[in-house]
């Protein structure tokens, strides 16, 4: 009888095994393609803690450089971003994190409160999947996911991406338990310079109201925020290109609220001449985003902001700090100069 138990823990834990080992294999790796996918764990192998945390979509993962904020300010800093990151989203990672550190000031970038209702699964899935397991994650999952989404399908991604096996490749064995870093402290860094050549603006809206269900977690932020002494930031990130269009009527909103909580904003689209953007130089797209030429200008120019009207101090005396500043910095102009080995 013992035997047979034995036996049948056996067969029971050996599936658990084959099954695991299926998943890993099978869930996109976000190595070559959608590289923007692994932003969100990489988080979790920072040891120390920051100064300063982002939240937002791809216009804080490709605008701001935290190395840039070290070496010119000493200021430490993390950009949670991810592929169209929602609003819910921003609020849940935050939660997250200020449960690990509490910052001298979160960033929020505010293009997201566009959007009231979730938008696509594909997106969903580039932040989420990237969560560790918490209420903070379960109550992302509840917010975001779409009708036809499986709760289940984010406990056991196998029963979603099944069916990938047609399409597996290297890629997927290679980072089958690790996968590619990406990023430099949530920076996702672009060298390639597209000038922009269009002057087409925004189409009309119907209506210009700020979704309520976005402005409500804008809300939730900012209390989370004020409960824990952090300086709440919202800004909108310098775009020059329609599909990104920051329409005045959304400005005046974001301002509106900004005031009347007290909150700093800083819209930096008309400020791009003051801060040196160059829309021939420093976008990869088009300018719809910047490229790391344009993310360090704007980044230099925020970090004046950080250091002298919020007064946020350096770190540089901290030795062991300055040292792994200096490994992310090697490792940050390495890339930015093509010298990867």
Not at 275 to 284: A, M, N
Request: proline share 3%; aromatic share 14%.
């Amino acid at each position: 009888m013992k035997k047979k138990i034995l036996c049948c823990i056996g067969i029971v834990l050996a599936c658990a095994l084959l099954l695991s080992f299926l998943q890993l294999l099978v869930v996109p790796k976000y190595a070559s393609a959608s590289r923007e996918g692994n932003l969100i764990g990489e988080y979790y192998a920072e040891t120390t803690p920051h100064d300063v945390l982002f939240v937002g979509d791809c216009e804080v993962y490709e605008s701001f450089t935290p190395p840039t904020l070290w070496e010119e300010y000493g200021i430490t800093s993390y950009i949670r971003g991810s592929a169209q990151q929602l609003t819910w989203h921003s609020y849940y990672l935050l939660e997250e994190m200020l449960r690990e550190e509490t910052p001298k000031a979160v960033v929020f970038n505010v293009l997201a409160l566009k959007y009231g209702v979730p938008q696509s699964e594909a997106y969903n899935r580039m932040t989420l999947d990237g969560m560790r397991w918490s209420t903070s994650k379960i109550g992302a999952l509840r917010a975001s996911m779409r009708e036809e989404e499986s709760f289940l399908s984010y406990v056991f991604p196998l029963l979603r991406f099944h069916s990938r096996w047609k399409e597996l490749s290297w890629e997927d064995f290679e980072y089958l338990f690790t996968r590619a870093k990406i990023s430099h402290n949530g920076y996702m860094m672009q060298t390639g310079v597209h000038p922009k050549t269009s002057d087409r603006v925004g189409d009309a809206l119907i209506d210009y109201t700020l979704p309520q269900g976005s402005m409500e977690y804008l809300e939730r932020m900012r209390l989370l925020c004020e409960e824990k002494g952090i300086a709440f930031i919202l800004i909108k990130a310098p775009t020059n290109n329609y599909k990104y269009y920051w329409y005045d009527e959304w400005d005046a909103q974001v301002r509106e609220y900004a005031e009347g909580h007290q909150l700093a904003y800083y819209n930096f689209i008309p400020l791009c001449e003051e801060i040196g953007i160059d829309w021939s130089t420093d976008t990869y797209d088009g300018g719809a985003h910047l490229n790391v030429f344009g993310a360090e200008k704007l980044t230099s120019y925020f970090g004046a902001i950080l250091a002298g009207h919020l007064g946020l101090e350096g770190h540089k005396e901290d030795a062991a700090l300055s040292a792994i500043w200096q490994e992310k910095l090697d490792a940050y102009y390495r890339e930015r100069n093509g010298t990867e080995s």
